[in-house]
């Protein structure tokens, strides 16, 4: 289906796909055809759709629609620096080294059973509020939401699946290694579907590669090998700063008024 104007549609609370297409002037035939994936039968609160204007519906020449026009056409987008794409670039990047700080302090609390355990895993659930505050900046609250939700569910998969491990528990381990990268499909489904800018395949490899890098560390904690765990963890710190510069900048380039 050719969609010559296309705009995202997060689903709120109480709509359906009727309402939806009332909504944007268009029919449900044609959302689905835009949308395979969708069942129309079961649709979540967050979930995303593609919604393709027809050619009668005024639509403003805005600074968002120049750039997807710009990029679907191979145009450069000119990089912004200044103080503002400065201050994104670092609250991000805090926010994702302190993610995986925070993620190795508690697979350390939980190998080793530490009485720390309920306070550090109190603090790590602050991450995704973190990362909910940085987005709420320049989406709507259903999109903040619902980064905070995937990030939620992405450290409870993790802890259960150190427990797992520490109880020799194979088979549930096996079971929450692949809730972790089916997690992160979500994830990069998701933050590309709101964002153009955002290469869906490219995302979810540093997303995968993030998620191998924990699961390294876990493994060395757990065989007692302290001198690979640090290394995977500088590792992992590393591809952190890559995954928060790679959000950031597409950020930037979706939102180029609020960088100005």
């Not at 939401?145 to 992405?154: A, D, G, T, Y």
């Not at 109880?167 to 992160?184: C, G, I, M």
């Not at 499909?185 to 890098?213: G, R």
């Amino acid at each position: 289906m050719q969609c010559p104007t296309k705009m995202i549609h997060i689903i709120r609370q109480g709509e359906d796909l009727e309402s939806i297409a009332r909504n944007h002037m268009t029919t449900v035939e044609e959302i689905l055809q835009a949308n395979p994936q969708v069942n129309p039968y079961d649709l979540y609160v967050g979930d995303v759709l593609t919604i393709c204007m027809k050619n009668n519906f005024f639509v403003s020449e805005s600074v968002y629609t120049r750039l997807i026009r710009s990029m679907e056409n191979g145009e450069p987008t000119q990089s912004i620096d200044n103080e503002a794409t400065n201050e994104l670039k670092d609250i991000m990047k805090k926010a994702w080294l302190q993610k995986g700080f925070w993620t190795h302090i508690l697979l350390v609390s939980v190998i080793e059973q530490l009485k720390d355990e309920n306070e550090v895993t109190k603090r790590i659930m602050e991450n995704p509020l973190d990362l909910e505050s940085i987005y709420s900046r320049y989406y709507d609250s259903t999109v903040d939401v619902r980064i905070s939700e995937l990030f939620k569910q992405h450290l409870d998969i993790v802890k259960k699946y150190i427990e797992s491990l520490v109880y020799k528990n194979e088979e549930e381990a096996n079971r929450l290694s692949q809730q972790l990268y089916s997690n992160a499909d979500d994830v990069a489904y998701f933050i590309s579907a709101i964002n153009p800018y955002i290469d869906q395949k490219k995302l979810k490899n540093m997303l995968y590669e993030h998620i191998d890098l924990i699961k390294k560390q876990i493994a060395a904690r757990i065989d007692g090998d302290y001198t690979s765990e640090i290394a995977i963890y500088d590792l992992g710190e590393q591809q952190a700063v890559e995954l928060a510069n790679e959000l950031s900048n597409a950020i930037i380039q979706q939102f180029p008024d609020k960088f100005v």
